[in-house]
């Protein structure tokens, strides 16, 4: 029997739920390296023209479509563009699938530096037992120590099943953590400015972040590097906006919550980077653009270069970690859940499991291969090298595929002006005519141009992975490739027609 | 290599250039446009005729590399700042190309440079305003209202 669906208790609650999702690890860490690669401040020029140009536009749509079909993103699609748009749907959620098992696996070896906080960590070496490399320096001894033993496994499970905890009921039962976790993560954040402002010369940090370099502003990289960054900070094109709005009345206005949601995640943004700037300038720390590179190196050589409280702050780093990244999975995790329940009608118990055995399956591929194959990097071994492409593939390509997609659905086959006039009538702050024309037109093209420019280069460069490819194994990005494309396409197609052989798929 | 991984490896595979040379600056944090004298010496020894060069801004797709000059048998060489940030300095011994140590340094600013508050100020009225702004609409109905009976 179909589970009657929810709704959120306040608009606080929504709020503080989408926030959550969308503000996670590489808001924390991932925005500083990228602004800092891309000319410091000169960078907020670009981002903010694509917060404002893309990224609330984008989410306006997306919680607007949720909140007009009162359904989970694929059966919303479907209601859009029929069965190609539900094969859409399923196709993106898929991606976010992909990507919601290893970022519980990362969240699993987030769990492992905040054990290791406790004391392991900040001793001056490791011996890496998995490489025979002894007395590596610590954090990155510790690092790749850990997540090459077999207790990460553990991890792992006990990373879902927090995830499975918490999304149990549902929103009833993610409303209230997410209303402790997401004020608690501004207010480590909080603490760690000041920590960071407060070390020597670490106001020089927040010079350093926000002073531009115009030198940058003709690089096409640049504006590319700010619309990526809204687009996946924003959580669009993942199904999870759609999935948390379907669960408000039509008459909630999601113009003001895409504004709150979008300014609050990029404001939280802006605070990380001033916090991490300032401990990186005080230690001279160069960035590195890469997550994990910032967040398991790079950030805790700051903290274990304190003068005191390395160990309280440390902890206090890896906690705001985990729940940043547990408030975002949960958002993924719901997602799909929700798609399940809305299409075939399971019990939530029987989702759930489902979820919860096919994910941590997932997951745990993606901890296996360092844990087997100990070598130290992931060129040249399987080490990284599986996370590595399928993050490419899922993540930079599938996600502006779906955001592409589906702005040209809503855009042209809704049509937009439907949701525009169902946003106006219910909210005081009005759109615009130009966001439809930013849905047709201005925001596909500029996602058509993202796309075209990495086919581009991998026509020019080889195709992704072959600079790091294993020995054994030289086919294995067309192999990663071929898994990731056929995958999705085979399952959301398999998942599309299903329905409709039941019947289940008949909507308005 | 995508936002995840990249250097991630590196990291762990990056060992000191070498375990004795060493690069000190006089200044923990030498001040932008103020000559600092930078000193390579190799286990406490002056190392002379080393020629050293300066990133700044390394890893960024706004890196900008400067000579900096030659050590002189005290191993010392005076560098002049030419910006302020993260820099990256790096010594080569005489005859060779290969680093012999590498050091990075915070220039500090001379003050806050009025362009960066600017952007701090714009970027911070622009995402903490539209929160409040869209926070005070919401705010002023907290409850969200049931939803209306399906029409007949």
Redesign the interface.
């Known amino acids: 029997m179909p589970e009657q669906r929810g709704q959120w208790k306040s608009r606080l609650g929504f709020i503080l739920a989408a926030s959550g999702s969308a503000i996670g690890l590489g808001n924390i860490v991932f925005f500083g390296a990228n602004a800092y690669t891309f000319g410091a401040g000169a960078f907020y020029l670009p981002y903010l023209v694509a917060l404002v140009f893309v990224g609330i536009p984008v989410l306006i749509a997306e919680l607007g479509l949720g909140a007009w079909s009162q359904k989970a993103f694929p059966l919303a699609m479907r209601e859009v563009g029929g069965p190609k748009g539900e094969f859409i749907g399923w196709w993106g959620l898929l991606n976010s699938a992909f990507i919601t098992a290893y970022y519980i696996t990362i969240l699993a070896w987030v769990c492992g530096m905040f054990v290791g906080a406790f004391g392991k960590l900040w001793t001056p070496s490791t011996n890496v037992e998995a490489f025979g490399i002894p007395e590596m320096g610590n954090p990155v001894g510790y690092f790749f120590d850990m997540i090459s033993s077999w207790w990460v496994l553990a991890l792992v499970v006990i990373v879902w099943l927090l995830n499975i905890l918490i999304v149990r009921r549902g929103i009833a039962s993610i409303e209230p953590v997410t209303k402790v976790f997401v004020p608690l993560m501004w207010v480590f954040m909080i603490i760690l400015i000041i920590r960071g402002v407060t070390l020597p010369n670490g106001e020089d940090g927040v010079y350093l972040l926000f002073t531009p370099n115009f030198t940058v502003m003709n690089d096409l990289n640049v504006w590319g590097g700010a619309v990526s960054q809204i687009f996946f900070s924003l959580t669009l094109g993942f199904g999870v906006m759609t999935a948390y709005a379907s669960y408000l009345p039509k008459s909630s206005d999601q113009t003001s919550n895409s504004l709150v949601v979008a300014c609050l995640n990029c404001g939280f943004e802006y605070v990380a980077g001033i916090a991490i700037f300032s401990i990186l300038f005080s230690f001279a720390i160069v960035p590195q653009a890469s997550t994990l590179a910032m967040m398991f190196f790079v950030v805790p050589q700051g903290i274990e270069a304190l003068p005191f409280g390395v160990m309280a702050f440390g902890l206090l780093f890896f906690f705001l970690l985990l729940i940043a990244g547990l408030s975002s999975s949960i958002s993924l995790v719901e997602a799909i859940n929700t798609a399940l329940v809305d299409k075939f009608g399971w019990a939530r118990r029987r989702v759930l499991a489902t979820t919860a055995i096919i994910g941590s399956a997932g997951s745990l591929a993606f901890a296996l291969p360092i844990i087997i194959d100990r070598n130290i990097a992931s060129n040249g071994t399987l080490g990284l090298t599986l996370l590595d492409l399928v993050d490419h593939w899922a993540f930079s390509h599938g996600l502006i595929i779906v955001g592409l997609v589906e702005c040209l659905m809503i855009g042209w086959l809704l049509p937009v002006s439907k949701i525009r006039e169902m946003l106006n009538r219910n909210s005081r702050l009005h759109l615009p005519v130009a966001f439809e024309w930013l849905i047709k037109f201005i925001i596909p093209l500029g996602l058509a141009a993202i796309l075209t420019h990495s086919i581009f280069q991998k026509l020019t460069d080889g195709m992704y992975g072959s600079d790091f490819t294993l020995d054994w194994g030289a086919s294995l990005p067309w192999i990663a490739f071929a898994v990731w494309l056929l995958g999705t396409t085979g399952v959301a197609a398999w998942l599309t027609t299903r329905g409709a052989r039941r019947g289940n798929g008949r909507l308005a | 290599?995508?936002?995840?991984?990249?250097?991630?490896?590196l990291?762990?595979?990056a060992s000191p250039l070498s375990a004795e040379v060493a690069i000190t600056v006089a200044d923990t944090?030498p001040l932008f446009g103020e000559p600092v004298t930078v000193t390579v010496a190799d286990d406490g020894v002056p190392v002379g005729s080393a020629t050293v060069s300066a990133e700044y801004?390394?890893?960024?797709?706004?890196m900008v590399a400067e000579a900096i000059g030659t050590t002189d048998a005290s191993g010392n060489v005076e560098w002049t700042p030419s910006d302020?940030?993260?820099v990256?300095l790096t010594a080569i011994a005489a005859g060779s190309e290969e680093a012999i140590a590498s050091?990075?340094?915070?220039v500090?600013?001379v003050s806050?440079?009025i362009?960066?508050?600017l952007?701090?100020l714009?970027?911070?009225i622009?995402?903490?305003?539209?929160?409040g702004?869209?926070?005070s609409?919401?705010?002023r109905?907290?409850?969200?209202?049931?939803?209306?009976p399906p029409s007949t």
């Open positions: 290599m995508n936002r995840w991984i990249a250097a991630a490896t990291a762990l595979v944090y801004r390394p890893n960024s797709r706004t302020a940030g993260l990256r050091k990075a340094v915070s500090r600013y806050f440079p362009e960066g508050i952007t701090m714009i970027a911070g622009i995402l903490f305003g539209g929160a702004l869209g926070m609409i919401l705010m109905e907290e409850k969200i209202p049931e939803e209306e």
